[in-house]
């Protein structure tokens, strides 16, 4: 247990909705990851960040929108979800960049867009 | 863009017999990650390793960075070994990780 907690675990909501997701953190690690996971797919990067009000975009980054106002938080939105954001969301982090360290995962949130 | 392949797609063996899990990627790399996923989706990391050779009890895991290859084995397997290992890499001066597919290991008793 990495002290990762992600809420919430699930959610189901309608298109067109916003959603805010919330991973918060008791390490205190700098780097922060967003991922979302989908049957053929794997994993994939949506948002990270190194530090507060630091954020960077991923590999599939449409249609999402990140903050890191505080070290242990990192907030994941979905400005007005569509059904292709159903998937299930994992929050990381880790203490280096690059990599170069092992990332911990949250359990995930379980999201389903009607 | 960095492609992790994963093989096989899906295993199936039985108690004790010795496994391997393969990955190969496309491009350079700062660190090959080995990762778990057991049924209802906790991911933990097993190995994070850049060069040679990493143990951790039943565990095995080795790179080779010339070939761009990475294999995991599984000595003496055991059914609580039934999960979807996942190989991700990280590219040089990029942040976050590129993942395969994942492999689904059952083990039968």
């Known amino acids: 247990d990495a002290g990762i907690t992600q809420s919430p675990r699930h959610k189901v909501t309608e298109t067109g909705t916003p959603v805010t997701l919330r991973c918060h953190q008791t390490?205190?690690?700098?780097?922060m990851y967003w991922y979302r996971q989908d049957p053929g797919h794997g994993l994939r990067l949506i948002h990270y960040?190194?530090?507060?009000?630091?954020?960077d975009k991923g590999e599939v980054s449409d249609g999402y929108s990140v903050s890191r106002s505080k070290t242990e938080d990192f907030l994941l939105t979905l400005e007005s979800a569509t059904s292709s954001q159903t998937s299930v969301y994992f929050c990381?982090?880790?203490?280096?960049?690059?990599?170069?360290?092992?990332?911990?995962f949250g359990p995930g949130t379980r999201l389903t867009v009607t | 863009k960095n492609e992790v392949e994963q093989s096989p797609q899906n295993l199936t063996a039985q108690e004790g017999e010795f496994i391997t899990i393969n990955c190969s990627y496309s491009v350079g790399i700062s660190a090959l990650h080995w990762l778990q996923q057991h049924p209802g989706g906790g991911i933990v990391s097993l190995f994070m390793l850049s060069s040679g050779k990493k143990k951790h009890g039943r565990l095995i895991a080795t790179i080779n960075i010339q070939e761009k290859h990475s294999s995991l084995h599984i000595t003496a397997s055991h059914p609580r070994d039934s999960a979807v290992y996942i190989c991700?890499?990280?590219?040089?001066?990029?942040?976050?990780?590129?993942f395969g597919k994942g492999t689904h290991l059952i083990i039968q008793p």
């Open positions: 990381a982090i880790s203490l280096r960049d690059r990599g170069l360290s092992e990332q911990y």
């Open positions: 960040s190194y530090g507060v009000k630091d954020t």
């Open positions: 991700a890499v990280s590219p040089p001066g990029a942040d976050g990780l590129t």
């Open positions: 390490e205190n690690h700098r780097y």
